[in-house]
């Protein structure tokens, strides 16, 4: 007997309806052409980290935390004397998502972690031009998972949705279709 493999359930709606959904929007003649997600990709700066070297630790044990994934450390790419930066001083955190990972972190992002931010009216509709979507969170408390008590330092985290999408219309339809939570315009 087979085993079943586990799919997530965003990875199960996207088979089912949002890639039709996509394609009747679009009128796509290949189902290759249909945009999807490549990779998130979380990245936390922490700017104290240039004059407090453990302030580094408590942020990769927060990203491990949200995604499930051990962090990358990322360096200074130049110093900068203003800030009090020197090449090659750890300032930030970055994972990079992919596949099962990848869908249930963004399942837990709209379900759980945005309706938990106060005062929250929608995301910003802005892209890139090149059919990604940059997403800026002010604290990393919002996902449930992390203890406060633990790490009091708030952080701010990225996360960059990577799409196969070529246009922005793309990539802002095919997040809808997800049920990202756009801002209403007033008209």
């Given at each position: 007997?087979?085993?079943e493999?586990?799919?997530?359930?965003?990875k199960?709606?996207?088979?089912?309806?949002?890639?039709?959904?996509l394609?009747?929007?679009?009128?796509y003649?290949?189902?290759?052409?249909i945009?999807?997600?490549?990779?998130?990709?979380?990245?936390?700066?922490?700017?104290?980290a240039?004059?407090?070297?453990k302030?580094?630790?408590?942020?990769?044990?927060?990203?491990?935390t949200?995604?499930?994934?051990?962090?990358?450390?990322?360096?200074?790419r130049?110093?900068?004397?203003?800030?009090?930066l020197?090449?090659?001083m750890?300032?930030g955190?970055k994972?990079?998502?992919?596949?099962v990972?990848?869908?249930?972190?963004?399942?837990?992002?709209?379900?759980?972690?945005l309706?938990?931010i106060?005062?929250?009216?929608?995301?910003?509709?802005?892209?890139?031009?090149?059919?990604?979507?940059?997403?800026?969170?002010?604290?990393?408390?919002?996902?449930p998972?992390?203890?406060i008590?633990?790490?009091?330092?708030?952080?701010?985290?990225?996360?960059t949705?990577?799409?196969?999408?070529?246009?922005?219309?793309?990539?802002?339809?095919?997040?809808?279709?997800?049920g990202?939570?756009?801002?209403?315009?007033?008209?």
């Amino acid at each position: 007997m087979a085993e079943e493999k586990y799919v997530p359930r965003l990875k199960q709606q996207y088979i089912e309806t949002v890639r039709d959904e996509l394609q009747k929007k679009f009128e796509y003649k290949n189902v290759n052409q249909i945009p999807k997600f490549e990779k998130i990709v979380v990245n936390m700066g922490v700017g104290e980290a240039a004059q407090d070297s453990k302030a580094i630790d408590g942020a990769v044990a927060d990203l491990r935390t949200i995604t499930g994934q051990q962090p990358i450390v990322t360096h200074a790419r130049k110093s900068i004397a203003t800030f009090k930066l020197r090449q090659g001083m750890a300032i930030g955190a970055k994972v990079t998502l992919r596949n099962v990972k990848m869908y249930e972190f963004l399942e837990r992002l709209i379900r759980v972690a945005l309706p938990r931010i106060r005062d929250f009216n929608g995301i910003a509709e802005k892209m890139d031009g090149q059919g990604n979507y940059t997403l800026g969170i002010k604290e990393q408390i919002i996902f449930p998972e992390i203890d406060i008590d633990k790490n009091p330092r708030i952080h701010g985290l990225e996360i960059t949705f990577v799409t196969t999408a070529r246009t922005d219309e793309e990539c802002h339809a095919l997040l809808k279709e997800f049920g990202l939570p756009f801002k209403k315009h007033n008209n």
